[in-house]
């Protein structure tokens, strides 16, 4: 923690001089600077931060989204979220996909990112293949993996007689999460791959020559060099796709729509589909107000703990 | 100085992008004396017949222009654009919860004196009243649907099987497809919806007379009363195929018109859907025999598309000659023709062969509303209907919809 601290206050501390020397030259330059900085932040505030503060408003109303008048509930919203099963059970469902959805994800592009790091041939051919993903559109690659588990692994599952492959595990009430699991991670995968990437070229090669003239092998390497030297890559990872999975929405939209049953729905898709079609405009705002600060809440965890790890290595 | 004018350049940069947001009111007139007006519908298979029924009225009235809108989620997308003020001069929605909740919001105009309500039959004006709960009706019904059980009339001649009158029938007529090695039903449980028409044959049957008026004392029964209906929804999963849980409603059509399946069971809104995958298959619609007494079952018939005028509209003149327009013979006819759809209006029968062992019964007026039409949006049967046929648990199904009904009604 101290130690990022002492670089982020670095070029202040160093400029403070220079700027009571050319007060005017900074001045200007500053505005320019605040011309690159505030356009964006108005932007974010209309429609975001607004936003979000009248759906804070909204969720001590009894609005159902449609009609002209409505009254104050205090915090009735919150007390029936609580008592509401669909809700909890849309935490755990959520909950289980995102910690799953988070390691699994760092472990594979980890190890995707370490081999494309290494001077193997093709090496660009394999990097342009894992980051495709990325710039699909979820809602198109749901579709073609509905289409797959639908059609195409019952059909291979017939033809080899694959039991457990002829039926759609997307309508299994046990399954379907696995189904969601395993096409979310394929696609956020090629974005954290390309975060390793970058941290694992800031590795110095000289500390792995150093280290093979000492006798260590692969396996220490890793472990002794290159891990904790891109602890920051892997913190920001971590809490970055911890927070992606939990706000899983599009997936689930082109896949299962939260089926069967309520098997697959997310807090992200409750809200939605409760607050916009099912007229609980209100109540699902003050889900939405709950979900915000448990997000929040755990990012900032994940941040201090993960931080804290990164200096004692 | 300086800092001023760009804290003014970055508010007019993004005022300028919120004003193009807004910007589609502001076209109302584009050509001199041109009146445009905007036709919002949820029947996304009727798309082409509307563009066919807007161009044939363009040209008749060359000063107005009607803009047609059907959107995926339009439930969704209306609720929206209705929260923001933005509410399209005809709406057109089922006879279902969106339509009451609309017509509660004071969205519609009361058009209960008006003359066209004359031409509809009154059964579905009195359906509008019973659904919003409400004495003043705020739309004019236009096109309604029917469930029944759609079947393959190759397969059933070639097996020698005769139309089922009651539910013993159809599970026997069911059993004997089952022995000749072919798929009585084609279930399609992905899609969760695909579990409401036949939810709703058995329920309107069976939930009895005074379901509704106690729901409008406050009392809601269907803890109990839909015991039968869930019952016989788990008995009609042992007829389907192995792979039903995981089929969604297009493929079901296109298995099915392909002969996979003896019966289907759907509103009759799927035929065109199936026709279009095999324009060859010989379809037909019998009434769902939900009970074991012919003489009272009831075809559940429902209105598909409405017409509601904006209480808000610029132009309502010429958004109600439009819906006169909709509502002339020849158009209703060519609109209920093209969708293979029964008219509310009077006077206008479907003749189509497919559907003709339905005519019967809405000759003689056995119909019956939707039952989910009542059940509140946050209530989602679908969903908990899917879990019954997968699950196969009724006392399970029918705790969780009563609770989950009695949690959104004291939420209101």
């Not at chain 1, 979000?52 to 609005?63: C, D, E, K, R, V």
């Not at chain 2, 004196?113 to 019973?130: E, G, H, I, R, T």
């Not at chain 2, 808000?312 to 020849?330: D, Q, R, T, Y």
Request: hydrophobic share 45%.
């Amino acid at each position: 923690m101290k130690n990022s601290q002492i670089t982020i206050e670095k070029p202040p501390i160093s400029s403070a001089h220079s700027v009571s020397k050319r007060k005017k030259k900074v001045n200007s330059r500053m505005i320019a600077f605040y011309l690159m900085v505030l356009p964006a932040a108005l932007l974010f505030f209309v429609f975001h931060t607004f936003p979000a503060l009248q759906g804070i408003y909204y969720s001590f109303t009894n609005w159902n989204g449609i009609t002209l008048d409505y009254d104050f509930v205090g915090f009735k919203n919150y007390l029936n979220l609580f008592q509401d099963p669909a809700v909890i059970d849309s935490y755990v469902f959520t909950f289980k996909f995102a910690i799953l959805a988070a390691v699994f994800i760092n472990i594979i592009s980890l190890a995707i990112a370490l081999g494309l790091n290494a001077k193997i041939k093709g090496r660009n051919l394999f990097r342009a293949v894992y980051f495709l993903p990325n710039i699909l559109s979820v809602l198109i690659v749901g579709f073609i993996f509905n289409y797959v588990f639908t059609n195409i692994l019952p059909g291979l599952g017939e033809k080899y007689g694959i039991e457990f492959l002829t039926t759609n595990i997307l309508g299994n009430a046990n399954l379907a999460w696995i189904g969601i699991l395993i096409v979310f991670i394929w696609q956020a995968c090629a974005f954290n791959i390309i975060l390793y990437l970058s941290g694992l070229q800031t590795v110095p090669t000289e500390l792995y020559e150093a280290s093979s003239l000492d006798g260590a092998n692969n396996w220490n390497q890793f472990w002794k060099i290159t891990f904790p030297v891109i602890a920051p890559f892997f913190t920001i990872n971590m809490v970055l796709s911890m927070k992606n999975s939990l706000m899983v929405f599009d997936h689930i939209v082109a896949m299962t729509g939260g089926g069967p049953g309520y098997s697959t729905t997310s807090i992200s898709l409750l809200i939605y589909n409760g607050g916009f079609s099912g007229g609980e405009f209100a109540f699902q705002s003050a889900n939405a107000v709950i979900y915000f600060i448990v997000i929040m809440v755990i990012s900032v965890f994940q941040l201090k703990v993960l931080q804290k790890r990164e200096m004692d290595m | 100085m300086k800092k001023t004018v760009s804290l003014l350049a970055a508010g007019v940069l993004s005022a300028s992008l919120l004003a193009g947001c807004g910007g589609g009111e502001a076209e109302g007139s584009k050509e001199e004396g041109v009146v445009q007006i905007e036709f919002f519908h949820h029947k996304r298979e009727a798309i082409e017949t509307i563009d066919k029924l807007i161009a044939k009225f363009e040209a008749e009235n060359p000063n107005i222009d009607v803009e047609q809108a059907s959107p995926p989620e339009p439930s969704t997308v209306l609720r929206t654009r209705v929260s923001k003020a933005d509410v399209p001069d005809i709406i057109g929605v089922g006879g279902d919860v969106t339509y009451s909740d609309l017509a509660s919001a004071g969205v519609f105009a009361d058009i209960s004196n008006d003359s066209s309500l004359d031409k509809v039959q009154p059964a579905y004006v009195q359906m509008l009243k019973d659904v919003s709960g409400l004495e003043e009706v705020y739309a004019i019904p236009y096109a309604t649907n029917a469930v029944g059980v759609i079947y393959n009339k190759t397969i059933f001649s070639e097996l020698g099987l005769e139309i089922p009158k009651t539910w013993d029938e159809l599970l026997s007529v069911s059993k004997v497809i089952q022995d000749a090695g072919k798929i009585p039903f084609f279930h399609t449980y992905k899609d969760a919806w695909t579990t409401l028409p036949s939810f709703n044959a058995l329920a309107a049957n069976t939930q009895g007379e005074d379901f509704y008026s106690e729901l409008n004392n406050g009392k809601i029964l269907a803890g109990e009363r839909y015991k039968e209906a869930a019952e016989k929804m788990v008995e009609l999963t042992k007829f389907g195929h192995k792979n039903q849980q995981g089929v969604a409603y297009n493929d079901g059509n296109t298995a099915f018109a392909n002969g996979e399946a003896a019966m289907y069971l759907q509103g009759i809104w799927a035929i065109p859907e199936i026709k279009k995958a095999n324009p060859e298959v010989d379809l037909g619609v019998f009434p769902f025999p939900a009970t074991n007494n012919p003489e009272e079952i009831k075809v559940v018939s429902g209105v598909d598309l409405l017409f509601g005028m904006s209480a808000a509209s610029k132009h309502p003149e010429e958004a109600m000659k439009f819906v006169e327009f909709m509502m002339e013979e020849e158009n209703a006819k060519q609109y209920i023709d093209e969708q293979n759809s029964f008219s509310a209006l009077n006077g206008i029968a479907q003749e189509d062969p497919t559907v003709s062992d339905l005519q019967a019964s809405f000759e003689k007026g056995a119909l019956t509303d939707f039952p989910d039409h009542y059940i509140p949006n946050g209530v989602t049967p679908d969903k908990t209907l899917q879990t019954l046929v997968l699950e196969k648990d009724v006392d399970a199904f029918l705790k969780k919809l009563q609770a989950d009904w009695e949690k959104v009604q004291s939420r209101k």
